[in-house]
T-cell receptor, first 114, second 109 residues
Framework: NAGVMQNPRHLVRRRGQEARLRCSPM?????VYWYRQLPEEGLKFMVY????????ESGMPKERFSAEFPKEGPSILRIQQVVRGDSAAYFC????????????FGPGTRLTVL | AQRVTQPEKLLSVFKGAPVELKCNYS??????LFWYVQYSRQRLQLLLR??SRESIKGFTADLNKGETSFHLKKPFAQEEDSAMYYC???????????FGTGTLLAVQP
């Protein structure tokens, strides 16, 4: 089991462009979580998804950010019209169905907005 | 409000010295508390959780509900313990984790 995969590992965008971050959960995992880490801060929860459903998006900014976890393929975190303040490390985690549900983290995508 | 506080950004100790990484939390219900560790160039991984009451790599952590603390302790630090340590809380039905800002542990030879 290769673990949670994220790509790209580094992403550079200019202000106004779109950023797409991908997360492939571990085999057998049906729950995906996205966290953001701004410089000098801890990880902050953004969104929790199961296949084709958003369970909790309480940490997502109201505008420009969206997430999906389709029936087939990776989970995608999409940021439209990026601004400098979006520069951060974005981590994805996955967990299997059932309880307790330990979250396994990916290596993160470091987004830099120029 | 749900919050996790790690007051120390950096903790530097000598090899063989005791280590205590502080973590305090704020949560109105019955939380689950975790310690995650990130070694250099590696991904974040679970170190231990309070419900397991286990010792991993010599580390232990006891949940003190009266003081709302979950400090991480090890009696004798090793150089390979040098890493970033995050305390986290899970509360509510959605399984989301609330992290502290982390403490960098540096163990000097």
């Amino acid at each position: 089991n290769a673990g949670v995969m994220q790509n790209p590992r580094h992403l550079v965008r200019r202000r106004g462009q779109e950023a797409r971050l991908r997360c492939s959960p571990m085999k057998g995992h049906s729950h995906v979580y996205w966290y953001r880490q701004l410089p000098e801060e801890g990880l902050k929860f953004m969104v929790y998804l199961q296949k084709e459903n958003i369970i909790d998006e309480s940490g997502m900014p109201k505008e420009r950010f969206s997430a999906e976890f389709p029936k087939e393929g990776p989970s995608i975190l999409r940021i439209q019209q990026v601004v400098r303040g979006d520069s951060a490390a974005y981590f994805c985690a996955s967990s299997p169905p059932g309880s307790p549900r330990e979250q396994f983290f990916g290596p993160g995508t470091r987004l830099t907005v120029l | 409000a749900q919050r996790v506080t790690q007051p120390e950004k950096l903790l530097s100790v000598f090899k063989g010295a005791p280590v205590e990484l502080k973590c305090n939390y704020s949560y109105s219900g019955s939380p689950e508390l975790f310690w995650y560790v990130q070694y250099s160039r590696q991904r974040l991984q679970l170190l231990l959780r309070h419900i397991s009451r286990e010792s991993i790599k010599g580390f232990t952590a006891d949940l003190n509900k009266g003081e709302t603390s979950f400090h991480l302790k090890k009696p004798f630090a090793q150089e390979e313990d040098s890493a970033m340590y995050y305390c986290a809380l899970r509360g509510g039905a959605t399984n989301k984790l609330i992290f502290g800002t982390g403490t960098l542990l540096a163990v000097q030879p």
